[in-house]
């Protein structure tokens, strides 16, 4: 069983970057897995920002690719997500997440981590 685990500040800046790492405990270069970022904003639903297809190929919610990047290391197997230009309505619980990708489901999630925009 996989475990993921997301890492970073808990607290920006508005107009700063949110810089966030997931780690997970196996490799993330495998054919079957993708992964990916959700975030959950308070009293508000999930909210699906983008992620890494197995092959390593970027996709973004179209709402958030102005402005969001993820990457991946797979050395360390790790993939991160960048924020830019944040605002208090980037306040939420992030999540990263495995993607099972032959049946698009989300298999193991990190535990979230809160991020609060405020100055």
């Known amino acids: 069983q996989v475990q993921l685990q997301e890492s970073g500040p808990g607290l920006v800046k508005p107009s700063q970057t949110l810089s966030l790492t997931c780690t997970v405990s196996?490799?993330?270069?495998?054919?079957?897995?993708?992964w990916s970022w959700i975030r959950q904003p308070p009293g508000k639903g999930l909210e699906w920002m983008g992620g890494i297809t197995p092959d390593g190929r970027t996709y973004y919610s179209p709402s958030l690719k102005s402005r969001t990047s993820i990457s991946r290391d797979t050395s360390n197997n790790q993939f991160s997500l960048q924020l830019n230009s944040v605002t208090p309505e980037d306040t939420a619980v992030y999540y990263c997440?495995?993607?099972?990708?032959?049946?698009?489901?989300?298999?193991?999630w990190g535990q979230g981590i809160q991020v609060t925009v405020s100055s």
């Open positions: 997440a495995q993607i099972l990708w032959a049946a698009a489901t989300l298999d193991y």
């Open positions: 196996g490799s993330i270069t495998t054919s079957y897995y993708g």
